[in-house]
């Protein structure tokens, strides 16, 4: 499975980011795509995830704040989380993962993006 995330970048605090994740390859080891992410010094923590099929859960982080949504594109899975009233916390390492299921955490999850930076300042 090739996952690839693009997006990221600088936003003031309050601002908006979207992060998108293609995965493409065996599709049953995309049956799930998750979002986690990991601050300096941290392990990562799982901030999103959604199945095909549709099922979506956000974790702590993303209530009330993000979105997450999934489409195909030509044999592609894109993943998008949109984010807003980012706050400087957020700031960290965002990193994309697919696996056939979204139960576990990030120890489970094979197949990893090489990770974008979100920066949020004040």
């Known amino acids: 499975v090739d996952v690839v995330e693009v997006g990221g970048g600088s936003v003031q605090a309050g601002g908006s980011l979207t992060l998108s994740c293609e995965a493409s390859?065996?599709?049953?080891?995309?049956?799930?795509m998750a979002w986690f992410r990991q601050i300096s010094g941290a392990g990562r923590e799982k901030v999103g995830s959604?199945?095909?099929?549709?099922?979506?859960?956000?974790e702590d982080p993303a209530m009330g704040r993000w979105t997450i949504s999934r489409n195909n594109d030509n044999g592609k899975d894109i993943l998008t989380l949109q984010m807003s009233s980012l706050k400087i916390e957020d700031t960290a390492m965002y990193y994309c993962?697919?696996?056939?299921?979204?139960?576990?955490?990030?120890?489970?999850?094979?197949?990893w993006g090489k990770g974008i930076q979100v920066t949020v300042f004040s």
């Open positions: 993962a697919t696996e056939w299921s979204c139960f576990y955490g990030s120890e489970y999850y094979h197949n």
């Open positions: 390859g065996t599709t049953r080891d995309f049956r799930c």
């Open positions: 959604m199945y095909r099929e549709g099922k979506t859960e956000l």
